[in-house]
């Protein structure tokens, strides 16, 4: 009998023992498919945070350029006007008209996206695009004037360029091999909210209208 009770003792205290340490253990975490995203999302955010930044010094340049090419409307085609010489006038007009609308086709590549401008100029739609064209644009209007106020404006705006030209072909390296959708968010956001609305639900999608 005695044998027994302790043998029993024993069996009892050995139960409890093993629910004690089952309680101390920590139970295991569940991975989940959410976790996954929002870790792949943390490491995607500073990945965007910098190409915002970049877009929006890539819009800054392409405002200055633009600036700059009012500038000389301004001042040297409205001044040859004045002086008679309409050949110098046309050069002139020329001149600036390369820098306003190269500056606002980049303004809208960068900040707002356009169906226009990746029709007439789609290199303006990929990072390394904008960047060969700033590089373009910046060698073109560092050097333009060789004095006066307009030289150091075209120094310091060209300077600028060059400087988001090569930030732009450094991100251009790193994100050579993700997908547009990441490489270029914004473009593909804005393109994707331009586009045709799906039809409503049970109904039909609307007709192409008729050629008479």
Avoid at 185 to 200: I, K, V
Wanted: charged residues 15%; positive net charge.
């Amino acid at each position: 009998a005695p044998t027994r009770s302790s043998a029993a003792n024993g069996s009892l205290r050995a139960r409890v023992c093993s629910r004690a340490s089952e309680r101390a253990q920590p139970a295991p975490q569940l991975r989940l498919p959410g976790d996954r995203r929002l870790r792949r999302r943390q490491r995607q955010c500073p990945m965007r945070s910098s190409q915002a930044i970049l877009r929006l010094c890539g819009g800054l340049a392409s405002a200055l350029l633009a600036l700059a090419g009012l500038m000389g409307v301004l001042l040297d085609v409205l001044g040859c006007i004045v002086r008679g010489e309409v050949l110098r006038a046309a050069h002139f007009m020329a001149e600036c008209s390369l820098l306003g609308i190269g500056g606002i086709a980049g303004v809208l590549a960068e900040i707002r996206p356009h169906p226009s401008v990746s029709e007439n100029a789609p290199y303006l739609t990929k990072l390394d695009g904008r960047a060969a064209f700033y590089v373009f644009m910046g060698m073109y209007i560092v050097g333009r004037k060789t004095e006066g106020f307009q030289s150091w404006a075209d120094f310091l705006i060209g300077l600028y360029t060059l400087g988001v030209a090569t930030a732009g072909l450094v991100f251009a390296q790193r994100l050579s091999g993700l997908p547009p959708t990441l490489s270029e968010p914004a473009l593909g956001r804005e393109m994707h909210s331009t586009g045709q609305q799906p039809p409503p639900e049970g109904g039909l999608p609307p007709m192409m209208p008729g050629v008479c």
